[in-house]
């Protein structure tokens, strides 16, 4: 029986409220990981709500949110707007945390990869754009408003977005160095437009880095980019714990 103050009785379902320390999310992740094993969870089935999750393990929604975004990326969940969180594989908690600590590891050179190549298109495609191309932004920038408008994330806008600046540069060589990391852009992706605020103060990025290409202004568009880069380079795996 739990004594009183035990942490464990005031953590109903098993799991239990943790210790705040650095990287707080990844004791999330590995409670999160032992409670789906423990109940028999399995690829399809839904986690429950973050709210109710928080409560049960003693801390805030930003610290949860981190941890299921840092599941999101290595494969073990799918956060879907309107429809919760989905799990799509029962892994080692080994495995996964390994697989953080990794990417952890390679954000800060993928982050200076976007700002050599993304800020070099960006300026080639304000000198070298067509009608196209702009018709190309103006459509991401709507698909990416739209879902933002929606309450969603506006993953698949911001990439649209960023293929499109990519295009319009008509830079094949720079073009193929994107495409090498994409992957572990989105990976980026995700983090930085899952927290609180960021899809739209990304689309007014995007909106910023747009108007330089079509007004022609290589400096601007450069300078634009930066800013954008700098902004959506605040991921929570590069980032210690606040609660």
């Given at each position: 029986?739990?004594a009183?103050g035990?942490?464990?009785?005031?953590?109903?379902g098993?799991?239990?409220p943790?210790?705040?320390?650095?990287r707080?999310?990844?004791?999330?992740?590995?409670?999160l990981?032992s409670?789906?094993?423990?109940?028999?969870?399995?690829?399809?089935?839904?986690?429950?709500?973050?709210?109710?999750?928080?409560?049960r393990?003693?801390?805030?929604r930003?610290?949860?949110?981190q941890a299921?975004?840092?599941?999101?990326?290595?494969?073990?969940?799918?956060?879907r707007?309107?429809d919760?969180?989905?799990l799509l594989?029962?892994?080692?908690?080994?495995?996964?945390?390994?697989?953080l600590?990794?990417?952890?590891?390679?954000?800060?050179?993928?982050?200076?990869a976007r700002?050599?190549l993304?800020?070099?298109?960006a300026?080639?495609?304000?000198?070298?754009r067509?009608?196209?191309?702009?018709?190309?932004?103006?459509?991401?920038?709507?698909?990416?408003?739209?879902?933002v408008?929606?309450?969603?994330?506006?993953?698949?806008?911001d990439e649209?977005?960023?293929?499109a600046?990519?295009?319009?540069?008509?830079?094949?060589?720079?073009?193929?160095?994107?495409a090498?990391?994409?992957?572990v852009?989105?990976e980026?992706?995700?983090?930085?437009?899952s927290?609180?605020?960021?899809?739209?103060?990304?689309?007014?990025?995007?909106?910023?880095?747009?108007?330089?290409?079509r007004?022609?202004?290589?400096?601007?568009?450069a300078a634009?980019m930066?800013?954008?880069?700098?902004?959506?380079?605040?991921?929570?795996?590069?980032?210690?714990?606040?609660?």
């Amino acid at each position: 029986m739990s004594a009183p103050g035990d942490p464990a009785a005031a953590a109903p379902g098993g799991l239990q409220p943790l210790r705040r320390s650095p990287r707080l999310y990844e004791q999330v992740v590995q409670q999160l990981i032992s409670w789906a094993h423990a109940s028999g969870l399995g690829p399809g089935d839904r986690l429950p709500a973050e709210r109710e999750l928080a409560a049960r393990l003693g801390v805030s929604r930003a610290t949860l949110a981190q941890a299921l975004v840092a599941l999101e990326v290595t494969g073990v969940v799918s956060v879907r707007h309107g429809d919760g969180t989905v799990l799509l594989a029962a892994p080692r908690t080994e495995a996964v945390l390994a697989a953080l600590r990794a990417r952890r590891d390679d954000l800060g050179d993928v982050i200076e990869a976007r700002q050599a190549l993304e800020v070099r298109l960006a300026a080639l495609a304000a000198r070298r754009r067509s009608d196209a191309d702009l018709a190309a932004i103006d459509a991401a920038l709507d698909a990416m408003a739209e879902d933002v408008r929606g309450g969603g994330r506006a993953v698949s806008g911001d990439e649209r977005f960023h293929a499109a600046v990519t295009a319009a540069a008509h830079s094949p060589l720079l073009g193929r160095l994107m495409a090498e990391i994409a992957d572990v852009v989105r990976e980026s992706r995700i983090q930085s437009l899952s927290q609180e605020g960021r899809p739209s103060r990304s689309l007014a990025g995007h909106r910023a880095i747009a108007e330089a290409i079509r007004a022609g202004d290589a400096p601007a568009a450069a300078a634009a980019m930066t800013a954008h880069i700098d902004l959506v380079s605040d991921v929570p795996l590069l980032a210690d714990d606040g609660d």
